[in-house]
């Protein structure tokens, strides 16, 4: 089944996290054949996630793009900025994004405003960058720039 195709946000079309890495994207990048998304969210978070799994029986190897909603009291910026406070120690990365640092579950980027976490569960740390780095492009590409 093909990828649904990128659709510029406004807003009444929130992002859609599926629309920022897509299951071939995934098998690329983690070098296996991954099961169809699954979407889930979690209202009282704010958070929408996107998550693919490895076809592979026994595989521990989950792959998740999640993008904060903003909310009555919290902008996904000011969300992203408490969790960097009250995780000094947290390494930043460099080149992905606005800003980004690693912290549970995974990536936490900020990019002109918003916010995506992303995990890469059995894997090695390049390719939560080489997730987060695709997401954040796409995102750029969502957006126009």
Known sequence: ???????????????????LISRSDVERIIGEPMKR????????????VCGYATEREGSSILVQVGIVRPDAERTPRSRYELLRNNTPEAPKVAGIGDEAFIATPGLHILKNGYYLIVAVGAAEPDKLALVGDLA????????GN
């Open 37 to 48: 998304a699954v979407q889930t969210e979690d209202r009282a978070a704010g958070l929408r």
């Open 136 to 143: 954040v492009r796409n995102l750029a590409r969502r957006m």
């Open 1 to 19: 089944m093909s990828d649904p195709p990128l659709v510029p946000d406004t807003p009444g079309n929130l992002i859609d996290p599926c629309a």
